[in-house]
């Protein structure tokens, strides 16, 4: 079993800083990719970073040079910097990690999601 559990949402002014985090537990060889998505009422849900398990990124262009994405596989855990949020950015953030359960077999899990609300 794998889980994946998510802290550090709540809710700022325009302007201010979240630190999310994600941590994985559970039973498993190794973690793979990391990332993390946010879905917002009356909108798709959409990646928001990625990081891979050498450490190479990927964000989306709304929050390329706000957000920072960063892992520590001895803690097993994904974090989302985000600085300088926007009303745009408010939604439930999702934690998203590919696991490898044996060396052939791989699981793609989901936080719980957690809530950002930006006030203006």
């Known amino acids: 079993q794998v889980q994946l559990v998510e802290s550090g949402g709540g809710s700022v002014h325009a302007g201010g800083s979240l630190r999310l985090s994600c941590a994985a537990s559970g039973s498993f060889f190794s973690i793979g990719d990391m990332g993390w998505y946010r879905h917002a009422p009356g909108k798709q849900r959409e990646l928001v970073a990625t990081?891979?398990?050498?450490?190479?990124?990927n964000y989306a262009d709304s929050v390329k040079g706000r957000f920072t994405i960063s892992r520590d596989n001895a803690k097993k855990t994904v974090y989302l910097q985000m600085n300088s949020l926007k009303s745009e950015d408010a939604g439930v953030y999702y934690c998203n990690a590919r696991v490898a359960l044996s060396e052939i077999s791989y699981y793609t899990g989901w936080g719980q999601g957690t809530q950002v609300t930006v006030s203006s």
């Open positions: 990081v891979t398990n050498d450490g190479s990124t």
